[in-house]
């Protein structure tokens, strides 16, 4: 059952991307001098984000949508929203979190940015921080400060592929639904 999964969704993947791939025209229809490919120019607007799936236990998906605008030749501002459904088949319980980014990017290389952001995502409030007859909220706000380097990889022409390493200067242990200060991502932008 899971490989049929994986299978549909990597399926999938190739089907989009080879439509992607069949939608750019060549130079010479596009216009443009010859030899230079009309897509290459910087566009302002730029879509994608992050989406991850874990099969395991706990089964996990993630998605963080997110939009930036060019705001000069190196510099990218940006919002985004953030969703984690987790699915625990141990215990048989659920967890989700959601929330927003802001984030702003410096790309000094074609193939490399650095970023930051400010992260606030909505949790679930730990039992293990609440005692008996405590008022505190079910779900709480997180605020994190985030910093990182990323790597950028031109697919097919009008995919790009983003990965990066990431490191959270707010995070809690007992609070935050990371294992670690450090996150890696893996995403997309068009």
Do not use: C
Request: aromatic share 12%.
């Amino acid at each position: 059952m899971i490989y049929r999964v994986i299978t549909l969704i990597w399926s999938g993947v190739l089907i989009g991307f080879s439509v992607i791939q069949a939608q750019v025209p060549p130079p010479s229809v596009a216009g443009g001098s010859m030899g230079q490919n009309p897509h290459n120019k910087i566009k302002p607007w730029r879509f994608g984000g992050n989406l991850s799936a874990l099969l395991g236990n706990p089964q996990v998906i993630d998605a963080s949508p997110q939009v930036t605008y060019q705001l000069h030749r190196k510099i990218r501002l940006g919002l985004g929203a953030n969703y984690r459904y987790s699915l625990f088949k141990s215990t048989d319980s659920v967890a989700q979190l959601y929330g927003g980014h802001v984030l702003a990017q410096y790309q000094p290389l074609g193939w490399f940015f650095v970023s930051g952001e400010l992260e606030a995502l909505n949790i679930a409030n730990s039992p293990r921080n609440r005692g008996p007859g405590d008022t505190r909220p079910d779900r709480v706000w997180q605020f994190s400060p985030l910093l990182g380097v990323n790597i950028r990889l031109r697919l097919l022409h009008l995919v790009e592929v983003n990965v990066g390493l990431i490191r959270d200067f707010n995070y809690q242990p007992n609070l935050s639904p990371y294992p670690s200060a450090w996150r890696f991502r893996f995403g997309f932008s068009l």
